[in-house]
T-cell receptor
Framework: EDQVTQSPEALRLQEGESSSLNCSYTVSGLRGLFWYRQDPGKGPEFLFTLYSAGEEKEKERLKATLTKKESFLHITAPKPEDSATYLCAVRSGGGNKLTFGTGTQLKVEL | EPEVTQTPSHQVTQMGQEVILRCVPISNHLYFYWYRQILGQKVEFLVS????????KSEIFDDQFSVERPDGSNFTLKIRSTKLEDSAMYFC???????????FGSGTRLTVV
């Protein structure tokens, strides 16, 4: 059974203070690792999909990286509007089901 | 940007009643999904639907649940006899053939009283 563990559960940063969120996974046959952003009461908003170890993707202040066991979401010089819960999910096997972690709740303060 | 639309945004129902949650997936997507998120918990897969049939389902998706694509644009989740523990956010999602463009809707908050 696929397992996804995210850490830390919660993170408080000052504006401009860079940091990283971790997503560790155990799957048989990774077919995609997904990062989503979720605001309170809203649906997951797609950020990135990574498919193979060594792959990196960037979008504004966010950069996602992937190894064979984990993925990192690096946040450079965050702003208050980056405050949200960041979700990691994996797709494996023959289907399209995503297995999610519990998320990291990020709060960026002025 | 294409989006997945869900209605209603919030539904309150009495225990034992039937509810239907509605979704309009992205028009050129072929795979449709329902997920749920109980307050404070992780997002959980319920079911995937492709070519007018269920392609995969979780243990949560028991006989009380059913899905349907009644026309070319809508995708529905029916819960036949709601229980208190069915209270959750229900998210519809869609993707194309390779699982690309996996997009979620904004959700329906179901409250069973």
């Amino acid at each position: 059974e696929d397992q996804v563990t995210q850490s830390p559960e919660a993170l408080r940063l000052q504006e401009g203070e860079s940091s990283s969120l971790n997503c560790s996974y155990t799957v048989s046959g990774l077919r995609g690792l997904f990062w989503y952003r979720q605001d309170p009461g809203k649906g997951p908003e797609f950020l990135f999909t990574l498919y193979s170890a060594g792959e990196e993707k960037e979008k504004e202040r966010l950069k996602a990286t992937l190894t064979k066991k984990e993925s990192f979401l690096h946040i450079t010089a965050p702003k208050p509007e980056d405050s949200a819960t960041y979700l990691c999910a994996v797709r494996s096997g023959g289907g399209n089901k995503l297995t999610f972690g519990t998320g990291t709740q990020l709060k960026v303060e002025l | 940007e294409p989006e997945v639309t869900q209605t209603p945004s919030h539904q309150v129902t009495q225990m034992g009643q039937e509810v239907i949650l509605r979704c309009v997936p992205i028009s050129n997507h072929l795979y449709f999904y329902w997920y749920r998120q109980i307050l404070g918990q992780k997002v959980e897969f319920l079911v995937s639907f492709y070519n007018n049939e269920i392609s995969e389902k979780s243990e949560i998706f028991d006989d009380q649940f059913s899905v349907e694509r009644p026309d070319g644009s809508n995708f529905t989740l029916k819960i036949r006899s709601t229980k208190l523990e069915d209270s959750a956010m229900y998210f519809c999602a869609s993707s194309d053939r390779g699982g690309y463009g996996y997009t979620f809707g904004s959700g329906t908050r179901l409250t069973v009283v």
